[in-house]
């Protein structure tokens, strides 16, 4: 599975957007990004995932860029409760995740 | 509640103990994984099954591990012979089978060895 790469932290202020990047250079043809998040103690919630094309959900849209090789998980409208532990995975056949270390993204009011 | 159910939520034990944790998928998922997490870390892969067959096993997984699923619905993970360096939060996940399926966790059994 594709390594990816994120920033550690970022900060937003509520009521905005809040736009998290990833890098996915070495993603392959099969592998979906995924996005999950993690507030403390509490198991990872699924939030979206793509191929190729954008996806938009209830909780937020990805834009996966043409080549791949990068991702932008958006938050249209930040509130508190987003504060969390972001973390963007490819994965493949398998359905394994492999969790790198994500951003911790802090909302503030 | 239809999520993923793991049990006990948390658990201590005293070094050399032996320990079982459950987790029950989401009824009709195939496929089964166990992570574990130490405290500011992500989750790492520890295994995963699909149905009642364990297809892969990290190299974290050390002989003192081990996991079931004998009928292909719940699924066990036992540790022998517990160490301090065990203490951790231990998640399941669940998904059906295929690419384009997302996997739900559980809430985790968070361990810890005293």
């Known amino acids: 599975d594709a390594k990816t790469t994120q920033p550690p932290s970022m900060d937003c202020a509520e009521g905005r957007a809040a736009n998290l990047p990833c890098n996915h250079s070495?993603?392959?043809?099969?592998?979906?990004v995924y996005w999950y998040r993690q507030i403390h103690s509490q198991g990872p919630q699924y939030i979206i995932h793509g191929l190729k094309n954008n996806e938009t959900n209830e909780m937020a849209s990805l834009i996966i860029t043409e080549d791949r090789k990068s991702s932008t998980l958006i938050l249209p409208h930040a509130t508190l409760r987003d504060t969390a532990v972001y973390y963007c995975?490819?994965?493949?056949?398998?359905?394994?995740?492999?969790f790198g270390q994500g951003t911790t993204l802090q909302v503030k009011p | 509640d239809t999520g993923v159910s793991q049990n006990p939520r948390h658990k201590i034990t005293k070094r050399g103990q032996n320990v079982t944790f459950r987790c029950d998928p989401i009824?009709?998922?195939?496929?089964l994984y166990w992570y574990r997490q130490t405290l500011g870390q992500g989750p790492e892969f520890l295994t995963y099954?699909?149905?009642?067959?364990?297809?892969?096993k990290s190299r974290l997984l050390s002989d003192r591990f081990s996991a079931e699923r004998p009928k292909g619905s719940f699924s066990t993970l036992e540790i022998q012979r517990t160490e301090q360096g065990d203490s951790a939060m231990y998640l399941c996940a669940s998904r059906l089978l295929g690419p384009n399926t997302e996997a739900f966790f559980g809430q985790g059994t968070r361990l810890t060895v005293v």
């Open positions: 009824s009709e998922h195939n496929r």
């Open positions: 070495t993603i392959s043809g099969n592998e979906y």
């Open positions: 099954f699909q149905n009642e067959a364990q297809l892969e």
């Open positions: 995975i490819a994965s493949g056949n398998t359905g394994k995740l492999i």
